[in-house]
C-alpha cells in the first residue's frame, strides 16, 4: 500500500480531497454546490481522458509511419524496370486523365 500511495501522490491528493469536499458539504459546514465539491473527481477524469488522448494519437502516428515505411520498402525491393514501368504508366494515365496538367509533362 505504501508503494502505491509513493508512486501515485497526485491522486492520492485528489481523491483525500475528494472524501474532505464530501465530508464537509454532507455536513453542513460548506454551502458550496455539487460542482465544486466534486471537482477533484472531474480533475482525475480529464486527467484520465487526456493520457488515453495522447496514447491513441501516439499510436496512430506510430501505426502510419511504419505503414508508409513499409509500403516504401516493397516499392524500393522491387526491379528498377518494373518501378520505372509503374511509374511510367502512372504518368501516362494522368496525363490522359488531366490533358492540361503542366507539372506531368
Not at 17 to 26: D, G, Y
Not at 85 to 99: A, C, Q, R, V
Request: some cysteine.
Amino acid at each position: 500500500m505504501k508503494k502505491f500511495i509513493k508512486e501515485n501522490i497526485p491522486i492520492v491528493i485528489l481523491l483525500i480531497f475528494q472524501i474532505i469536499f464530501l465530508v464537509l458539504k454532507l455536513t453542513g459546514v460548506i454551502n458550496w454546490i455539487w460542482y465544486w465539491v466534486l471537482s477533484p473527481s472531474w480533475t482525475l477524469v480529464a486527467i484520465f481522458i487526456a493520457v488515453v488522448l495522447v496514447g491513441l494519437t501516439r499510436c496512430i502516428i506510430e501505426a502510419v509511419k511504419v505503414y508508409h515505411k513499409s509500403k516504401l520498402y516493397r516499392v524500393s525491393k522491387l526491379p528498377k524496370p518494373i518501378v520505372d514501368g509503374f511509374i511510367k504508366g502512372y504518368l501516362e494515365n494522368e496525363l490522359e486523365n488531366y490533358p492540361d496538367r503542366k507539372d506531368l509533362n
